[in-house]
């Protein structure tokens, strides 16, 4: 290692634009040939979904700099406009896709969006009969006046805007009208079939309401029109250190995040200067923020359209993973912890089994009490029904709710409440953390004396996300770690100080620096010329202590492994830097969502489970927890399932190069015309099967 390494400066990679191009790489699968057609059309979807919560969390700092012509510092002018062109080149991607390969494909398949030019005859009269019937009553055009002053429009709404001819009622030239779409209405609708053709045929709301724009001014004419939506700043701000109720500062701020600052503005793309000028000064919004969309403003819907489309051919067939091969079904797992743990990878092998776990403890009348973390559960959660007839039958049930887990907070609310409700015992964790370890621990009578069972996760306890991502979940007896547990609950409880642990790390006290120290432990270990590794997988990497520490490694002679889905801010690959650090993102049918460490140093491996990415949010700001696995075959598994057959990946694997970009791992590992290999794909079918259920 140089003697100026400590010193040197890092070029670490911009966050924001790694978000983006890891959009840019969930975009690829739309344009995969060998993906389903409605699959293609969903990952569109996607991207527009992530998009939103991009400028729902991400861009107020860089906008708010750009008003006040900030020069210097992490968010400037330049950050903005750099930030602004990236997203409007990977909008014109996405739109390019959607006209150009995904609606004639559909088209061929006999699937059609039907404008209003296109419509015969009797398609008009049935369009016409349901904007009368189910829309028009519910519009309500505002004239702007000043009486009617420019409404409030809420975060991600359909709206048009409208320019008129003449006058109004009362003699008046006011030219400019808003229409809200109500979210209530169906974004696609399905129109009868023509006579002697099976092919389905859809309108969206968009272009319906477009088509009878005139019936709501009678009197008058539309002369331009638009549809348009506005993207807010949407990241909850509650100083918990001033509230008194958490909760109830909460609601209210719920209530507000639907109007919080305007920043982004997507009109169609045939939106007169006129228009959009006027609604950019509305919303005090800058040339940049104006998104010219040829197509619905919102792709998001697009899923409403795929859901009404029965044809399997044309999406991925159904997986069901496999009961977990540690268990056996309708053995007691009280019985089958105490003869060591149990590794379930999800969704390979079936989340079932954890709420089996968990019904089981509710059920059992030696089970004395309960205690769970609960982050994400999903709009209908069988966990929490089960918690609740936990509390009925007499359990003690402790549940930790993260009241700010994002965009789910108004969920986590009501949960909270119908918990509350039959008298389960709820906290809300620690002032200024978010609770995010996933934990569940069971206390039961044994035999005079009490024993603890527990559940730890890298995911979240919800059923259907479960499906969909790959996590693992970890069920054990051991005592030296569901003492541990034992001790976190009582410290978010009653926030005492933490008792000291015996094998769980735990952030925000001794994660981050346990995480740096088993690296600096590598990088000496290369020094002195023994056999060291790092193999980190997880979904981002954005703590530059954590990242610089990794970089000194390298240079140290560690070789490292880093699989990464989403923001990495590690350059990879760099001459002089990081030749020894390699860094790939796995973009799938399922989404990456395991993290998995795994260091050796002097040829001994230690391998951690957590619920943590290397973030500094993560690190500093949040309960989290990694748990170390020691058994030897249960080390081997997860290194082979979770690491090397990832790191074999070259169809699904994006890899990251020194100038920054990413690009498609290599096919056939130096084989000529060797099939691709999908690491995803692979243990599908190891572990379950692609069948109707």
Known sequence: MSGNTHSQKIPFLDRDHSILAFNARVMDWARRPDV?????????????????????????PHLTAHHANEQRGLYTVHSYDTLSQRVHELVAQQYAIYNDELLPLLERKGIRLVPHSERNARQKRWVKDYFVREVQPLLLPIGLDPAHPFPQVANKSLNFIVRLTGKDAFGRENEVAIVK???????????????????????????????????????????????????RHSDLAVDEEEVKNLRTALRKGLQQRHFGQALRLEVSAGCSDYLARFLLDQFGLPEQALYRVPGPVNLVRLNQLIDRVDQPSLRFAPYQGAWPVQLTPGQSFFDRLKQGDVLIHQPYEAFDAVLAFLREAVEDPNVLAIKQTIYRTGARSELMELLREAVRRGKEVTAVV?????????????????????????????VGLKTHAKMLLVTRREEGQLRRYAHLSTGNYNPNTARLY?????????????????????????????????????????????????????????????????????????????????????????????????????????????????????????????????????????????????????????????????????????????????????????LLNADGQYQPAPAGGGRQRAAPVSAQAVLMARYGSARVT
Request: net charge neutral; with cysteine.
């Open 402 to 430: 993260e009241l700010k887990a994002r965009f789910d907070e108004e969920a986590n609310i009501s949960y909270a409440e119908r918990l509350e409700s039959v008298g389960a015992q709820v906290v809300y964790g620690v």
């Open 470 to 654: 790959t996590d693992l979940s970890y069920l054990t007896a051991d005592d030296a770690l569901t003492a541990d547990l034992d001790q976190i609950f009582l410290h978010l409880a009653s926030q005492n100080r933490l008792s000291r642990l015996n094998k769980v790390l735990m952030a925000p006290f001794h994660l981050h620096k346990a995480m740096i120290d088993r690296v600096d432990a590598a990088a000496a270990a290369a020094r002195e010329g023994k056999d060291a590794r790092i193999l980190l997988k997880m979904n981002a990497l954005t703590d530059e202590p954590m990242a610089r520490a990794l970089v000194l490694a390298s240079q140290s002679g560690v070789k490292i492994d880093l699989i990464v889905r989403g923001a990495c801010i590690l350059p990879a690959q760099v001459p002089g830097l990081t030749e020894n650090i390699r860094v790939r993102s796995v973009i799938g049918r399922l989404l990456e969502h395991s993290r998995v460490f795994l260091f050796r140093v002097a040829g001994e491996d230690e391998l951690w489970l957590s619920s943590a990415d290397w973030m500094n949010r993560n690190m500093l700001r949040r309960v989290e927890l990694a748990w170390p696995v020691t058994d030897p075959s249960m080390r081997h598994r997860l290194v082979d399932e979770c690491i090397h057959t990832y790191l074999h990946d070259n169809r699904d694997a994006w």
């Open 181 to 231: 779409v109500p979210r209530i209405l169906p974004r696609f609708l399905q129109m009868p079939p023509v006579k002697g053709s099976r092919q389905l045929h859809f309108v969206s709301i968009s272009s319906l309401i477009r088509s009878h724009l005139n019936d709501l001014f009678p009197g008058r004419q539309v002369t331009e029109f638009s549809q348009f939506r506005v993207t």
């Open 36 to 60: 389903p057609l409605l699959e293609r059309l969903r990952y569109l979807s996607i991207v527009s979904s992530n998009l939103d919560e991009f400028f729902e969390v991400r861009v107020a």
